[in-house]
């Protein structure tokens, strides 16, 4: 495909969403603005930096054994580097705890600080990146199987400790890069067969969460993320969607919504208008469960374009904020970001696309027929020309170009390793 090819598709594609009152234009604008915040896990399975050939714990799994992970820092930021120059528009990082710069000294939970992240810090300035962060409490010894939510005090103490130092990590990241570092707080806690003591873990948690968001910090927007099951944990959940969504409530703070943390056939988004109205804002884990938390790699499949159409249609762009959670060890893994974000864009896309006007007043007049045939013609618009658009004015490659890019980045950097 020419540039001038793009360009003459784009401009047909215009007029044609121009006789439905769209505006192509304006929904570039505002897919410029959307920063999606790439998961740094993808790039070495959840290793980490600790102890990269330990063991991944905590109840979840990267499956697959593809040649050329990441296995330092530096390589993690090449590849991240390798991934942003494939994916239209500016992104943001979203790091765990586990990833700091250590400098080869064994440093543990519950004395990282801010001078691990600082090179981090420095690299996003120079990259024009800005970071996210995540406490970690999976893969180390104290992990257990209940975190902070564990009968033994001084465990919940150590994890409450790493936890607040996590916030105040992120706090530095968001004030130093000038943006709000969100701040995701997921623990794995529960159990592998019948509990009977469920009150006493919920309670605990709750009361670790309270010393935890007991600290103020003026740079981080904080994000609980529930969970339906872990890998052995399968019985019982501590901090299950019903807790987190009472607590976030009550405390004023966000649901991390990742969309392989529910039932089967429950779809995550029906749960973002309903949320915005008593929580301050969203942050999504933009997954792809296949026939449980597998966190495939994303696919413009229907549950993420309905996402992206109910945050779009609820006006809600400004109040969620977007992350990927995924870990596919199984393909070359900078290609896995580039389809899973650039497929995260296109549902956006897709959606501020939509004709949304013209649907409402069917809705509003009840013309049901009317209003399932446009949202079904609707998908076959022209949208495509337009995302490859958005490419190219964005310097990134259009179409499936990308693939023979991420094939030579493996042959001379990653199949090396
Ligand atoms: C696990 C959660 C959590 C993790 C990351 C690594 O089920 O989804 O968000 O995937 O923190
Ligand atoms: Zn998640």
């Given at each position: 495909?020419?540039?001038?090819?793009i360009?003459?598709a784009y401009e047909q594609a215009r007029?044609?969403?121009?006789?439905?009152?769209?505006?192509?234009?304006?929904?570039?604008?505002?897919?410029?603005?959307?920063?999606?915040?790439?998961?740094?896990?993808?790039?070495?399975?959840?290793?980490?930096?600790?102890?990269?050939?330990?063991?991944?714990?905590?109840?979840?799994?990267?499956?697959?054994?593809?040649?050329?992970?990441?296995?330092?820092?530096?390589?993690?930021?090449?590849?991240?580097?390798?991934?942003?120059?494939?994916?239209?528009?500016?992104?943001?990082?979203?790091?765990?705890?586990?990833?700091?710069?250590?400098?080869?000294?064994?440093?543990?939970?519950?004395?990282?600080?801010?001078?691990?992240?600082?090179?981090?810090?420095?690299?996003?300035?120079?990259?024009?990146?800005?970071?996210?962060?995540?406490?970690?409490?999976?893969?180390?010894?104290?992990?257990?199987?209940?975190?902070?939510?564990?009968?033994?005090?001084?465990?919940?103490?150590?994890?409450?400790?790493?936890?607040?130092?996590?916030?105040?990590?992120?706090?530095?990241?968001?004030?130093?890069?000038?943006?709000?570092?969100?701040?995701?707080?997921?623990?794995?806690?529960?159990?592998?067969?019948?509990?009977?003591?469920?009150?006493?873990?919920?309670?605990?948690?709750?009361?670790?969460?309270?010393?935890?968001?007991?600290?103020?910090?003026?740079?981080?927007?904080?994000?609980?993320?529930?969970?339906?099951?872990?890998?052995?944990?399968?019985?019982?959940?501590?901090?299950?969607?019903?807790?987190?969504?009472?607590?976030?409530?009550?405390?004023?703070?966000?649901?991390?919504?990742?969309?392989?943390?529910?039932?089967?056939?429950?779809?995550?988004?029906?749960?973002?208008?309903?949320?915005?109205?008593?929580?301050?804002?969203?942050?999504?884990?933009?997954?792809?469960?296949?026939?449980?938390?597998?966190?495939?790699?994303?696919?413009?499949?229907?549950?993420?374009?309905?996402?992206?159409?109910?945050?779009?249609?609820?006006?809600?762009?400004?109040?969620?904020?977007?992350?990927?959670?995924?870990?596919?060890?199984?393909?070359?893994?900078?290609?896995?970001?580039?389809?899973?974000?650039?497929?995260?864009?296109?549902?956006?896309?897709?959606?501020?696309?939509?004709?949304?006007?013209?649907?409402?007043?069917?809705?509003?007049?009840?013309?049901?027929?009317?209003?399932?045939?446009?949202?079904?013609?609707?998908?076959?618009?022209p949208w495509s020309a337009v995302y490859d658009y958005?490419?190219?004015?964005?310097?990134?490659?259009?179409?499936?170009?990308?693939?023979?890019?991420?094939?030579?980045?493996?042959?001379?950097?990653?199949?090396?390793?």
């Amino acid at each position: 495909m020419t540039q001038e090819k793009i360009q003459k598709a784009y401009e047909q594609a215009r007029e044609r969403y121009a006789e439905l009152g769209i505006d192509t234009d304006a929904a570039l604008d505002a897919l410029q603005k959307l920063s999606i915040s790439l998961h740094c896990w993808q790039t070495d399975d959840v290793s980490g930096f600790e102890n990269p050939e330990g063991e991944l714990t905590g109840g979840i799994q990267a499956t697959g054994n593809y040649p050329g992970k990441a296995r330092n820092i530096e390589e993690v930021r090449q590849d991240v580097v390798k991934a942003t120059s494939l994916i239209p528009g500016n992104h943001r990082l979203s790091l765990h705890a586990i990833y700091g710069d250590f400098g080869g000294k064994n440093v543990d939970r519950d004395q990282i600080d801010i001078e691990h992240f600082q090179s981090w810090i420095d690299w996003a300035k120079e990259n024009n990146m800005k970071l996210d962060f995540n406490s970690t409490s999976f893969s180390h010894p104290k992990s257990g199987d209940q975190s902070l939510a564990n009968r033994d005090k001084a465990i919940r103490d150590f994890w409450i400790e790493h936890t607040i130092r996590s916030r105040k990590i992120a706090d530095e990241m968001g004030r130093q890069l000038g943006s709000p570092a969100c701040h995701n707080l997921w623990v794995h806690d529960g159990s592998k067969d019948v509990t009977v003591d469920r009150y006493l873990y919920r309670a605990n948690l709750k009361d670790s969460l309270d010393q935890i968001f007991a600290h103020k910090f003026a740079n981080v927007k904080d994000g609980v993320e529930s969970k339906l099951f872990g890998m052995g944990l399968e019985s019982y959940t501590v901090g299950s969607h019903e807790f987190y969504m009472g607590y976030a409530v009550k405390n004023n703070l966000m649901c991390t919504l990742d969309m392989g943390h529910y039932h089967p056939t429950e779809e995550t988004y029906d749960k973002i208008s309903a949320m915005l109205l008593f929580t301050p804002e969203i942050l999504l884990h933009v997954s792809r469960p296949v026939r449980w938390d597998s966190d495939h790699v994303v696919i413009l499949n229907d549950s993420v374009q309905m996402l992206a159409q109910e945050i779009v249609w609820a006006d809600a762009m400004n109040k969620v904020n977007v992350g990927l959670d995924y870990f596919d060890a199984s393909i070359n893994r900078i290609g896995a970001y580039v389809i899973g974000t650039r497929a995260t864009q296109k549902a956006f896309l897709m959606a501020l696309l939509s004709p949304i006007k013209k649907l409402r007043e069917y809705e509003a007049s009840g013309s049901f027929f009317q209003r399932l045939a446009l949202l079904e013609e609707s998908k076959a618009l022209p949208w495509s020309a337009v995302y490859d658009y958005f490419c190219v004015k964005n310097g990134t490659p259009a179409g499936e170009s990308y693939i023979g890019e991420i094939e030579a980045y493996e042959k001379e950097v990653t199949s090396k390793r």
